[in-house]
């Protein structure tokens, strides 16, 4: 009997979070045949909003960004969801596990990437705790592994009274990193000049010195934090 595809769920707190830590391996997944689903937990514009009026609208105009982003990488299937920005840790915990047990239950993926357990973001940092939590290995769950991303101007601007973000894991992009910069380039808004490390230019040079941690022309870089072979 042929093994389905695999089955991957990207569970991210803002639009472009999923592209900066893992677009490139998102369309290495897709062109290999499997399922790729996308979480975006968090609106990702409103505290930076200066015009309350305005807000919905550039709300809805990120997500149609997100939406085009993730259409160049392969994305089966974009969720959106609506937590405040950058404001997690005003919302339950509970509640926040909850929606992704639900998300793992709809889309019952063998893989999951989502943020570092340090980030500066509180967004990403509850959504690590909370997929920690919905993802625990209990018996017939079939998660096999959970791995963590770098977000740059977030993942390496934390200070070091926190566990840094150290790679065990490389994922050969060469044949993919140039989609992720495409995708990214759906994200205007989101993104800024260079030398910024979130501009084009920062995120081109990390693909290319993750690769060459590795000896590859391009690679994103993951904290493999479990992995268990059924």
């Known amino acids: ?15 472009d979070d999923e592209v900066l830590g893992c677009g490139a391996t998102i369309a290495k997944h897709a062109a290999a045949g499997d399922d790729v689903f996308v979480a975006i937990l968090a609106e990702g514009i409103r505290s930076r909003a200066k015009n309350g009026s305005k807000v919905e ?37 509970l509640e926040i596990n909850r929606e992704i047990e639900g998300l793992l239950k709809e889309f019952e993926p063998e893989i999951i990437y989502t943020h570092h357990a340090s980030d500066v973001n509180v967004d990403h940092r509850r959504i690590f705790e909370s997929v920690v939590v919905a993802a625990r290995p209990q018996p017939g769950v079939g998660i096999e592994r959970i791995m963590s991303f770098e977000v740059a101007s977030s ?25 992720k910069l495409k995708a990214l380039e759906c994200y205007e808004s989101e ?25 590859l022309e391009a690679a994103e870089a993951f904290m493999m934090l479990r992995n268990i072979q059924y």
Request: with cysteine.
């Open 191 to 215: 993104m800024r000049p260079w030398p910024h490390a979130r501009s084009l230019a920062a995120i081109k040079a990390q693909l290319h010195w993750r690769g060459a941690n590795v000896g």
């Open 155 to 179: 993942t390496e601007w934390q200070l070091a009274s926190l566990r840094p973000f150290e790679p065990n894991w490389f994922v050969d992009v060469s044949l993919t990193w140039e989609k």
């Open 57 to 93: 609208a550039r709300i809805a105009e990120l997500n149609k960004c997100a939406e085009k982003a993730n259409r160049i990488l392969g994305v089966k299937k974009l969720v959106l969801k609506g937590f405040p920005d950058n404001e997690m840790d005003t919302v339950s915990q």
């Open 1 to 15: 009997m042929k093994k389905r595809n695999n089955r991957i769920l990207v569970i991210a707190a803002h639009p």
